[in-house]
T-cell receptor, first 113, second 109 residues
């Protein structure tokens, strides 16, 4: 069964900490994405990547960075966590042909205290 | 105006009913359209892509109206298991997809 795996389901971090969220896909997909999902705001794109070592800013990149050193792995980094980054973070991957849609990971619920 | 807009609902319908959701988008250059289903505390899962000519998958029918810039999802013979939030998604460019905030459906026995 093909899938996208996110390293943690729940995470609690302190304000100011550097936080790493890991995502691995086993489908050999070219494209990978990080979204956050908040009530009333829906899914918002943070960063995405079309290829190894390639990254593009999404709609809300401030306070985040990403790393894609290998095709199967896409990491989201919160440089200095803040309380307004408390959210559900969802990683997704897709084939080059967008009409196959995204496959999402099960999400990481991050709480910054 | 939001790029993608949906009525949040909830839509409460009895089992066996037919229910339809609409989703409007603002970018007339949008190229790809999707419906996703999201169960409570779960990740979104692709329900179906929406093609220009419309498409059907069992009890689900999706339509695209480019002139009025909306997509629709029709669910016939609703089941209890259809209860979920339905997200529409629109792509205006290479792989970047914008999601609506979702429409909640509750099917009642």
């Amino acid at each position: 069964d093909v899938k996208v795996t996110q390293s943690s389901r729940y995470l609690v971090k302190r304000t100011g900490e550097k936080v790493f969220l890991e995502c691995v896909q086993d489908m050999d997909h070219e494209n990978m994405f990080w979204y956050r999902q908040d009530p009333g705001l829906g899914l918002r794109l943070i960063y995405f990547s079309y290829d190894v070592k390639m990254k593009e800013k999404g709609d809300i990149p401030e306070g985040y960075s990403v790393s894609r050193e290998k095709k199967e792995r896409f990491s989201l980094i919160l440089e200095s966590a803040s309380t307004n980054q408390t959210s559900m973070y969802l990683c997704a991957s897709s084939r080059e042909d967008i009409n196959y849609g995204y496959t999402f990971g099960s999400g990481t619920r991050l709480t910054v205290v | 105006r939001k790029e993608v807009e949906q009525d949040p609902g909830p839509f409460n319908v009895p089992e066996g009913a037919t229910v339809a959701f609409n989703c409007t988008y603002s970018n007339s250059a949008s190229q790809s359209f999707f419906w996703y289903r999201q169960d409570c505390r779960k990740e979104p899962k692709l329900l179906m892509s929406v093609y220009s000519s419309g498409n059907e998958d069992g009890r689900f029918t999706a339509q695209l109206n480019r002139a009025s810039q909306y997509i629709s999802l029709l669910i016939r013979d609703s089941k209890l298991s259809d209860s979920a939030t339905y997200l529409c998604a629109v792509s205006g460019g290479y792989q970047k997809v914008t999601f609506g905030t979702g429409t909640k459906l509750q099917v009642i026995p």
